[in-house]
């Protein structure tokens, strides 16, 4: 697997590039890739069915000039920012293989992660709802996915030392939430984990085996779906 740690330079870029990789991989052009990214300023991003207006606090992300962006995934809504870490798996699917359907990738992959992050944060890191990681209950990584005919993109995020005090003010209470959520708020829910970002990503890399860099990056595929897609009202605010 190919190791791509790429931070591109705005927040439409970083979710483009997600896209553009899986479509890349789909056409055979690449083959599976690990990339890891992390913010460097505010940005909501909704899942892709999810209603703006619902989901977030409008106002106060205009006044405060954060961007309210959809991502071409699944799941809820999310600040991203300084002290999250996010990775995206590409990955092939085959007919022999674990990820013949959505239940069976989400056991898949989050089982290697939960296995890897219990090792390396001496935590008891478990699976919880149905795709996000927590430790005593408190969540610590939520994941969704998008699949093609032959390949599918998994991504997630991991909270180091995000400040949930901006969580709680660009973020309506989620419409949609996992039971073992028990209605908390955001700063009673959220856990960030406290470690060096400096050890995330060779623990992911060791535990994807994605060793190998990805050396052709499609930048102009990447900059035009951010211009024409992300960077579009009409797709961000649709719903």
């Not at 409008?58 to 699944?74: A, H, W, Y």
């Not at 860099?213 to 595929?221: K, N, V």
Request: hydrophobic share 40%; aromatic share 8%.
């Amino acid at each position: 697997m190919y190791f791509c740690d790429l931070t591109l330079s705005s927040p439409e870029e970083n979710l483009s590039c997600d896209e553009v990789l899986l479509e890349s991989a789909e056409r055979g052009e690449v083959c599976e890739v690990l990339r890891v990214w992390e913010p460097d300023r505010y940005f909501v991003v909704l899942g892709y069915g999810n209603n703006a207006v619902a989901e977030v606090n409008l106002s106060f992300c205009q006044e405060n000039n954060i961007p309210v962006l959809r991502r071409f995934t699944g799941g809820g809504t999310v600040l991203q920012g300084p002290g999250c870490i996010n990775y995206s798996l590409i990955l092939r699917i085959t007919e022999a293989g674990p990820l013949q359907s959505i239940s069976s990738t989400n056991a898949f992959i989050l089982q290697r992660h939960r296995a890897t992050f219990a090792a390396l944060l001496e935590a008891p890191v478990k699976i919880a709802g149905q795709t996000d990681l927590a430790i005593g209950g408190l969540k610590i990584s939520g994941n969704a996915q998008r699949r093609k005919k032959h390949s599918l993109i998994f991504h997630g995020t991991l909270l180091l030392d995000l400040d949930i005090s901006v969580v709680e003010k660009t973020l309506a209470f989620p419409s949609k939430h996992p039971a073992y959520r028990l209605n908390r708020s955001h700063s009673d829910f959220l856990l960030n984990l406290k470690v060096p970002h400096s050890t995330i990503k060779p623990a992911l890399a060791k535990c994807w085996s994605a060793h190998e860099p990805l050396s052709t990056i499609p930048f102009d595929q990447i900059k035009a779906l951010a211009r024409d897609k992300y960077r579009d009202p009409k797709w961000n605010l649709r719903l």
